[in-house]
Nanobody, 113 residues
Framework: QVQLVESGGGLVQAGGSLTLSCAASGRIFSINTMAWYRQAPGKQRESVARITSGGSTNYADSVKGRFTISRDNAKNTVYLQMNSLKPEDTGVYYC???????WGQGTQVTVSS
């Protein structure tokens, strides 16, 4: 069984920055993909960024140039550096890994205008 513990969410003004962290623990052998999703109130969960074990990254168009995903394989941890935050970035951010498919509990990010 694998557990994900997220941290780093909070309240920030527009234009500010936050860094999210997600640490995996438990029965981990080799995590391929680590990713961040988010869900705004009244909207579906959407992919924000993902990174493979080889370091390949993919970003949603809405965050390209502002967010950076990275990972520390030795620590089984994935990070999301968020800069130039906008009110529309507000939502619950979820960490995701595979294999095995595991979701974090979510951390709230609120960007005030």
């Amino acid at each position: 069984q694998v557990q994900l513990v997220e941290s780093g969410g909070g309240l920030v003004q527009a234009g500010g920055s936050l860094t999210l962290s997600c640490a995996a623990s438990g029965r981990i052998f080799s995590i391929n993909t680590m990713a961040w999703y988010r869900q705004a109130p009244g909207k579906q969960r959407e992919s924000v960024a993902r990174i493979t074990s080889g370091g390949s990254t993919n970003y949603a168009d809405s965050v390209k140039g502002r967010f950076t995903i990275s990972r520390d394989n030795a620590k089984n941890t994935v990070y999301l550096q968020m800069n130039s935050l906008k009110p529309e970035d507000t939502g619950v951010y979820y960490c995701y890994i595979t294999p095995p498919i595991t979701w974090g509990q979510g951390t709230q990010v609120t960007v005030s205008s």
